[in-house]
């Protein structure tokens, strides 16, 4: 079985400040993909970013980027200069040897001006 | 272009009573998934489908539950009987698989529809 998991339930950053958010997983694929989504409140959830397993290179969005630690089955997204609409929560997803995305609990961001 | 729609937004039934929602995906998009959220926690699937055929159902997917995607555009879910535990967000999400057998497809969430059961 396949799971994901976000050990912070709530993180809170100052505007402009850098805040990183973890993710691990666990899978017996050798090739997935792993997906950072955001869902602010009442509306509907986005792609934030997204990383290949077969790639060695961590990808960037912007302002958002990944920490990927393949051996350690670690991943983390980055946000540097966080703003006010970077507020919802974050959901990290795996998807592996199957269609569907394996969804954390996710972790809710809040941004202080 | 548009993005997913799900109608209706918001659903308040009884317990015992059947309820239908409805997906359309983004426009020429080939793969239609549905998840369910509950409160605090992550979508969690249901089932998807490529086209008009449904690949691959979870566990969650109860025999009061059915989907349909009779001509592979737009999808509907049914819950019959429904109980206070169905209670939930329901969302679509869209991809556009280009069959090379590569997970390259990103799926794309439509808004949900929230389900209350009484």
């Known amino acids: 079985a396949q799971t994901v998991t976000q050990s912070q339930p709530e993180m809170s950053v100052q505007e402009a400040e850098t805040v990183t958010l973890s993710c691990t997983y666990d899978?017996?694929?050798?090739?997935?993909?792993l997906f950072w989504y955001k869902q602010p409140p009442s509306r509907q959830m986005i792609l934030v970013i997204r990383?290949?397993?077969?790639?060695?290179q961590n990808a960037t969005e912007n302002r958002f980027s990944v920490n990927f630690q393949k051996a350690a089955k670690s991943f983390s997204l980055k946000i540097s200069d966080s703003q006010l609409g970077d507020a919802a929560m974050y959901f990290c997803?795996?998807?592996?040897?199957?269609?569907?995305?394996?969804f954390g609990k996710g972790t809710k961001l809040t941004v202080n001006p | 272009d548009t993005g997913v729609s799900q109608d209706p937004r918001h659903k308040i039934t009884k317990r015992g009573q059947n309820v239908t929602f409805r997906c359309d995906p983004i426009?020429?998009?080939?793969?239609l998934y549905w998840y369910r959220q509950t409160l605090g926690q992550g979508p969690e699937f249901l089932t998807y489908?490529?086209?008009?055929?449904?690949?691959?159902k979870s566990r969650l997917l109860s025999d009061r539950f059915s989907a349909e995607r009779p001509k592979g555009s737009f999808s509907t879910l049914e819950i019959q009987r429904t109980e206070q535990g169905d209670s939930a967000m329901y969302l679509c999400?869209?991809?556009?698989?280009?069959?090379?057998?590569?997970?390259?497809?990103?799926?794309?969430f439509g808004p949900g529809t929230r389900l209350t059961v009484l």
């Open positions: 999400a869209s991809s556009s698989y280009a069959g090379t057998g590569d997970y390259t497809d990103t799926q794309y």
């Open positions: 899978t017996s694929e050798s090739d997935y993909y």
């Open positions: 990383q290949e397993a077969y790639k060695q």
């Open positions: 997803a795996l998807q592996g040897g199957s269609e569907k995305l394996v």
């Open positions: 426009s020429e998009h080939n793969r």
């Open positions: 489908f490529q086209n008009e055929a449904q690949l691959e």
